[in-house]
């Protein structure tokens, strides 16, 4: 049975960690997905791009150094894709995808505002 929500996280990450404990505590059907070591294609970003409730602008760690050492047009789709593509570790985290719908967990209430609506 394929789960009906996709969780995008960073085990690393406290804010992961935290939306991961909430999720279980919610026994929300979820697949983990450790978007760093199972990149996301060009493909699946651009997928996730169109589902977004919120700006795609927010799913880029525009802080990273990586990023401010080589921005990128944050406000095209096809241009964030294919960034995140090659460097996931600039994907904002955590992400949850599903019912065709997304959203980047920060905070948390993202989450919880997808899940419920």
Not at 3 to 29: G, M, V
């Amino acid at each position: 049975m394929k789960s009906t929500w996709k969780f995008y996280h960073n085990p690393q990450c406290s804010k992961c960690r935290e939306a991961l404990a909430w999720l279980e505590t919610e026994s929300i059907d979820f697949q983990a997905i450790e978007y760093i070591k199972n990149p996301l294609t060009v493909d699946e970003l651009q997928a996730l791009i169109k589902q977004l409730n919120i700006p795609m602008s927010a799913l880029v760690r525009v802080k990273d150094p990586d990023f401010v050492s080589s921005p990128f047009d944050v406000n095209s789709a096809a241009e964030v894709a294919l960034r995140l593509s090659e460097k996931p570790h600039l994907m904002e985290r955590p992400v949850l995808q599903g019912q065709g719908r997304a959203t980047v967990g920060r905070p948390l209430e993202n989450m919880k505002a997808l899940i419920k609506s």
